[in-house]
């Protein structure tokens, strides 16, 4: 992991968490008019965003859980890939299509009962391929899940 660049800045990016306000706006713009139906009703909060990065809340709903009221990993999943196709838009300054190529996802602990901070990082952008890296955090702030993906650039 690469070395903190100031007060409130992320490893990935250097930058403020807080994000840039046009960023966020056109992230949640591209989370409402070009996602299926079924990735909207996850109800996905854009949290912050920053060139190459996104942070995104998957709020609790009982209707994500499986038997046990564990939220299931296809939402989780789900909510990983969004958050990166948002941190890769807003690398490139503008969604461009784009396709998953892999999504390799390691569940470290079930989450239950609470939001999801899902953060997304742009590792190295590419003319043909982009790979990052999702992390996923319970609403206690322990790591629940780490992802990591390639992007195929259309």
């Known amino acids: 992991m690469s070395e903190t660049k100031g007060p409130g800045a992320t490893p990935a990016t250097?930058?403020?968490?807080?994000?840039?306000?046009?960023?966020?706006?056109?992230a949640r713009g591209w989370l409402r008019d070009l996602f299926a139906p079924w990735v909207q009703a996850l109800n996905l909060q854009v949290q912050a965003v920053t060139p190459g990065e996104a942070v995104l809340r998957l709020p609790f709903d009982p209707s994500l859980c499986r038997e046990g009221g564990t939220i299931c990993g296809q939402a989780l999943m789900?909510?990983?890939?969004?958050?990166?196709?948002?941190?890769?838009?807003?690398?490139?300054?503008?969604?461009?299509?784009?396709?998953?190529v892999s999504l390799n996802?390691?569940?470290?602990?079930a989450v239950a009962g609470?939001?999801?901070?899902?953060?997304?990082?742009?590792?190295?952008?590419?003319?043909t391929l982009t790979f990052g890296e999702i992390e996923m955090a319970g609403g206690d702030g322990k790591l629940a899940a780490h992802v990591t993906t390639t992007y195929?650039?259309?």
């Open 78 to 100: 789900a909510a990983a890939d969004t958050a990166m196709v948002l941190a890769i838009a807003s690398q490139l300054g503008g969604f461009k299509p784009m396709t998953t």
């Open 105 to 109: 996802t390691s569940f470290m602990r």
């Open 152 to 154: 195929a650039m259309l």
């Open 14 to 26: 250097g930058r403020s968490a807080a994000g840039d306000a046009a960023l966020e706006e056109a």
């Open 114 to 127: 609470g939001d999801v901070t899902v953060t997304a990082r742009v590792l190295k952008p590419g003319r």
